[in-house]
């Protein structure tokens, strides 16, 4: 059963940094597409960034710049990062981590979210 764990959230202020990780168990990750996805009280789920198993990397046009998603094995359990630098107000939302089979269309493996918080 594959599990997601998410931490790292809290509140900063605009300009700071934070680096949320996901702890990925229970599946073969090496086949996996993952990734960060955020939603935002009154807004729809939107992407964020993606590192699939081939290795190809995605970032929304929002984050781009400032944000780094990264990816460590060791030796049961998969992390996936996601560096937040120069962070503003509009980064505020709840960031979940996702993960999918490379060759479905859409992520089925969801965490419980972390909040991030981002003050003017």
């Known amino acids: 059963q594959v599990q997601l764990v998410e931490s790292g959230g809290g509140l900063v202020q605009a300009g700071g940094s934070l680096r949320l990780s996901c702890a990925a168990s229970?599946?073969?990750?090496?086949?996996?597409?993952m990734g960060w996805f955020r939603q935002a009280p009154g807004k729809e789920r939107e992407f964020v960034a993606a590192?699939?198993?081939?290795?190809?990397?995605?970032?929304a046009d929002s984050v781009k710049g400032r944000f780094t998603i990264s990816r460590d094995n060791a030796k049961n359990t998969v992390y996936l990062h996601l560096q937040m630098n120069s962070l503003k107000p509009e980064d505020t939302a709840v960031h979940s981590c996702?993960?999918?089979?490379?060759?479905?269309?859409?992520?089925?493996?969801w965490g419980q979210g972390t909040q991030v918080t981002v003050s003017v």
């Open positions: 996702a993960a999918k089979w490379y060759s479905r269309s859409d992520y089925n493996y």
């Open positions: 229970g599946g073969t990750f090496s086949s996996y597409d």
């Open positions: 590192r699939w198993s081939g290795g190809s990397i995605l970032y």
